[in-house]
């Protein structure tokens, strides 16, 4: 399995961007995508996260600002970011878990000026 993100890039304060990360190879019916975040010198933390039954789970930091959607014929995730913050401001990383297996993409810079 692999997983490719785009959509990063460079955005005022105020703007939006558009995540998105597509997986290929052996996808399950059931799974779980998600984003996280991680700024050099902390922990990654998740984002938002959509299961394959539709259950959304979000970051109270990015709440009523981001949204993640899916689309499960093309295996890909979406991660709809407005409002964006300085404080957004870091390399974002999608993730797939299904069965006991979890994978990575990339990474994406997301750079917010001020």
């Known amino acids: 399995v692999q997983l490719q993100a785009s959509g990063g890039g460079l955005v005022q304060a105020g703007g939006s961007l558009r995540l998105s990360c597509e997986a290929s190879?052996?996808?399950?019916?059931?799974?779980?995508m998600s984003w996280y975040r991680q700024a050099p010198g902390n922990r990654r933390e998740l984002v938002a996260q959509?299961?394959?039954?539709?259950?959304?789970n979000y970051a109270n930091s990015v709440k009523g600002r981001f949204t993640i959607s899916r689309n499960n014929a093309k295996n890909t995730v979406y991660l709809q970011m407005n409002s964006l913050k300085p404080e957004d401001t870091t390399v974002y990383y999608c993730?797939?878990?299904?069965?006991?297996?979890?994978?990575w993409g990339q990474g994406t810079q997301v750079t917010v000026s001020s």
């Open positions: 959509h299961n394959s039954i539709g259950t959304l």
């Open positions: 190879g052996i996808i399950f019916s059931i799974n779980t």
């Open positions: 993730n797939l878990v299904q069965g006991s297996e979890e994978y």
